[in-house]
């Protein structure tokens, strides 16, 4: 963990296969980095019961919910979370501690998950793609006001064809991404 003297920090929450070390959440990081925030990246996440979700999902929020504690206790100020898929089954956390939120891909096919984002009071950023199973653009534009919703990308946010497309939609998100955080989190 960093721990730049701001008062500002953010948790990175990885998806099930998606690491802190992903596009997504590496420039997210140096993001959050370069405005001089704490940063408390979750690696991995330790799941055990198989394949049984409620498990996994009391898992996930245990873990974000004990990074949040610590950033807290460190910064004195609530964190940013950044979440990544599985990671936004930590969305009832956020919702229970009024904190704000940047989701990648999340599971918006869970309900646990959009009851969460739909009772959330800190405002959230929801980026996601058009042929991703997970997401729900309607339901996100519903949610929030901040949402990116890249056209054909899926659920890691790649799009068919050049590779150079797929840089183009992450820096689409990170362009979100940084305005969030400059005009929402930290204006």
Known sequence: MSHPGTGRSA???????????????????LAVSRRDAATHPITRWELSGGNDFA????????????????LTAATRTPP?????SLGSLAAPVVADRGLTAIWFTPLMTD??????????TGPFLLAGGTADDFWDGQAARSLTPHVVEIEDADHTLFVPGP???????????????EDFLDQIVWP
């Not at 940013?80 to 990544?84: C, D, G, Q, S």
């Not at 998950?113 to 959330?120: D, E, I, N, V």
């Not at 590779?163 to 991404?177: D, E, H, K």
């Open 11 to 29: 948790v990175l929450a990885p998806g099930g296969t998606y690491g802190i070390d992903g596009p997504l959440l590496m420039f997210a990081k």
């Open 55 to 70: 498990s996994h999902r009391r898992q996930v929020e245990a873990q974000v919910s004990a990074a949040v504690d610590e």
């Open 80 to 84: 940013l979370v950044i979440a990544k």
């Open 111 to 120: 309900e646990a998950t959009m009851a969460a984002l739909r009772r959330a």
């Open 163 to 177: 590779l150079s497309r797929s840089a183009t939609a992450l820096g689409q998100v990170m362009t979100a991404v």
